[in-house]
């Protein structure tokens, strides 16, 4: 049943305070075929508290900080009910990846994205999933732009930062790491 949804929990180190979960993207989004690793520690005091999760995966999303993974889902703050289980977050994670909620965002930078430039925000999250969640879409015109700044001794993952943030610009970006 929990196959069907592409969701996944295992044990990091027999504990049951320390799990890895896995979620697969969400089919008609940017992140499809791509798959998610997250971190979920459960407190001792779980049920009662919500489990703290956050996406060690890199991704592009208005609600999940692109430098942390941490992530804006009410469910894991002030709306946890003692009845919810993991499977209801994993589930309510790849929700949140169908149906971002820039107005409430983690990431303010990837939150003016999505509201001012849908498609080039949906180009940068596709980008993204590509290179750290495995998925299909490969980018040769993105590829190109950060080749040209690790030219430059800019880090790879440094320069896709710089070009996401600055809606691809070569020019914008490239002022940004020099400044």
Known sequence: QVAKCAIKVELVNDSYT???????????????????????KVPETYPFNPPKV?????????????VTGA?????????????????TVLLSLQALLAAAEPDDPQDAVVA???????????QTAKHWTFVYAGGPAKMPDLDDKI???TDMGIEEHNARVALSSYNWDLERATEQLFS
């Not at 992530?71 to 009910?81: F, R, S, T």
């Open 147 to 149: 080749r040209r700044l």
């Open 18 to 40: 320390e799990l890895k979960g896995e979620i697969a993207g969400p089919p008609d989004t940017p992140y499809e075929g791509g798959n998610f690793v997250l971190e979920i």
């Open 71 to 87: 992530i804006c889902l009410d469910i894991l703050k002030d709306q946890w009910a003692a009845a919810m289980t993991l499977r």
């Open 112 to 122: 003016k994205q999505y509201k001012e430039h849908q498609d080039m925000f949906r």
């Open 54 to 66: 956050r996406f060690i995966t890199k991704i592009w999303h208005p609600n999940i900080s692109s």
